[in-house]
């Protein structure tokens, strides 16, 4: 069994620019021509016009940040987001940042040192996090379209590095984060392959002032109180709500009702 997070060893920043570009056009084409009123199942109250808004502006917000290289948490969230008066016309508008979106992630050294809200002080960050919002967003619309989504593997592995190195940073937005406590509690997060062979894992310890990602494997964790087992893509989509650890693609051992609580306290 390999494995333990790849913690702090992000993929090329390359990956992000190429991958950004590419997830934000399906995107826009999943939205493109759909009632804008109408309902996202996976974001409950959101319409796909709300949707499309969502994933626009933090780009732009981000592109921002990144152009600024702030280096202390942002007094204001006004940015100018030209957007359009009709919601039908927003498709259009979030395809339209691409090529600013691409500027702007060329022309910044991934290693400058910025703020950011996560674990990496360093402008890769806001690319990697734009990465995730808005592929899984892609996902969110794209069921709500009725279509079937796929994520790349490769992508979806090294999303779920980035969910579980930036959650206990997420109390910001995510107050529930704060609250997740235990008594040494250990949950393994791990990936299968397309033939089921074991691939990289991550490993959580709930204590009484807090969680942690662990970086030792299972000398320093000990047992798993509890394990969820699957393809890389639905363990980043049962992350972020938006599967759960009951279906049957997951293969869960130990308990539950540590799995439960972890849930009930990480929704992003």
Request: hydrophobic share 40%.
């Amino acid at each position: 069994m390999a494995t333990t997070s790849n913690a702090g060893h992000p993929l090329p920043y390359q990956t992000y620019r190429e991958a950004i570009e590419r997830e934000t056009r399906r995107f826009a084409d999943a939205v493109r021509g759909t009632d804008p009123a109408g309902a996202v199942p996976s974001c409950p109250d959101w319409t796909l016009a709300e949707l499309a808004r969502h994933v626009g502006s933090l780009q732009r917000w981000f592109c921002t940040l990144l152009s600024r290289r702030v280096q202390e948490f942002p007094r204001s969230r006004d940015v100018e987001l030209g957007l359009p008066d009709d919601p039908r016309d927003y498709p259009d508008w979030v395809a339209a940042g691409v090529p600013d979106v691409a500027a702007v992630l060329r022309d910044t050294d991934p290693d400058a040192p910025m703020w950011t809200w996560g674990e990496d002080p360093r402008a890769r960050f806001w690319a990697r996090r734009m990465l995730f919002e808005t592929l899984v967003h892609r996902v969110d619309a794209e069921r709500a379209v009725g279509r079937e989504p796929d994520v790349d593997p490769v992508l979806a592995a090294d999303g779920v590095d980035e969910f579980l190195v930036n959650l206990p940073h997420a109390g910001l937005f995510a107050p529930g984060v704060t609250k997740l406590r235990g008594d040494g509690e250990t949950i393994a997060f791990r990936c299968t392959g397309a033939d089921g062979a074991a691939g990289e894992e991550w490993r959580v310890r709930l204590e009484p002032a807090g969680f942690r990602l662990l970086t030792g494997g299972v000398a320093e964790s000990g047992p798993d109180t509890a394990a969820v087992r699957g393809p890389a893509a639905d363990l980043l989509l049962l992350l972020y709500g938006r599967r759960s650890f009951q279906e049957p693609v997951f293969d869960v051992s130990g308990d539950a009702t540590v799995l439960d609580r972890w849930f009930d306290h990480t929704a992003f």
